[in-house]
């Protein structure tokens, strides 16, 4: 099953003016606060977003402009949109669309419906198990080798996505069709986004300097990870933390202190019998 979060916070949390978001794989969001919620992707901006929508995978922090209120986030990984999806990950890439459009519409009135009328706390992991497990479609055809390309993107000792996927039988042509029908981008970009965010999750999580041998152990130097930071983050680390992050960084650690990992793009696929029952 897909990852749930419970984003919650009271009017006038320090995040009420704007927080961020890291670049991850796609994600449902069930917005039940009361007031407007805003968000922007790269040079798209969303002043007011619906009840219920989804962002598709993204390359780009994301400013979020809220003010209090409950927010339900389901992560989608690409085994996920191969069950749940018919639109290709690469055209609904960095970008907001209203859920209504990509999922069927008596699907998303029932998770709309049954959240709003839950606790918004304990009783949503229950509720979107049950959602899940009753709407999820038979395996995908393609599912093992989406499960491989993602061990593959998330293993730290990658350094050429498409030399390690030839490897256990996937060429170069099928792989750029998985990467982009399902994972929203070509496969150096899935492995440069994963290795800057491994390194710079560090940065913001870990008290001390322990993320300077990460660093040193999968960029050339300091300037290379300074320009993958402004590819994915649009403005350098330093920059980017000295904004604020307080929201953000509780999330994450909160994630990794769950589930292991701060952010759903570093997730690992689950082990292969477990497949058919996760998205």
């Known amino acids: 099953m897909p990852s749930y979060a419970v984003l919650d916070s009271e009017e006038g949390f320090p995040h009420s003016d704007e927080s961020w978001m890291l670049p991850s794989w796609a994600m449902i969001w069930i917005i ?16 007011k977003l ?22 339900i986030a389901i992560d989608i990984s690409p085994l ?16 907001v669309t209203p859920l209504e459009e990509v999922l069927p519409a008596e699907l998303v009135e029932e998770l709309v419906n049954r959240l709003y009328y839950s606790d918004r706390s304990l009783e949503v992991k229950g ?12 395996e995908h055809r393609d599912e093992p080798m989406i499960a491989d390309v993602m061990k593959i993107v998330m293993a730290s000792t990658t350094t050429d996505l498409a030399a390690s996927a030839a490897k256990i039988g996937i060429q170069p042509l099928k792989l750029r069709r998985l990467s982009q029908r399902y994972f929203g981008f070509p496969p150096k970009i899935l492995l440069m986004r994963a290795r800057f965010i491994r390194v710079f999750l560090e940065m913001m999580i870990s008290p001390d300097d322990a993320h300077e041998a990460l660093l040193s152990s999968v960029y050339f130097d300091r300037s290379h990870f300074l320009r993958d930071a402004k590819r994915f983050l649009g403005m350098t680390p330093r920059q980017f933390m000295d904004m604020n992050i307080e929201y ?23 082990p292969a019998e477990e497949a058919s029952e996760t998205c």
């Open 80 to 95: 996920g949109w191969a069950r749940f999806f018919r639109e290709s990950a690469e055209t609904l890439r960095d970008r």
């Open 50 to 71: 619906s009840t219920a929508i989804l962002y598709g995978v993204t390359s780009r922090a994301m400013p979020v402009i809220s003010n209090g209120g409950v927010t």
């Open 127 to 138: 509720i979107l198990d049950d959602i899940f497990t009753s709407a999820l479609p038979p």
């Open 32 to 47: 039940l606060a009361e007031a407007p919620i805003s968000v922007s992707v790269g040079n798209r901006r969303y002043p």
């Open 248 to 270: 953000l960084t509780a999330a994450l650690r909160a994630r990794r202190l769950v589930l292991g990992v701060s952010t759903p793009s570093l997730d690992m696929p689950p």
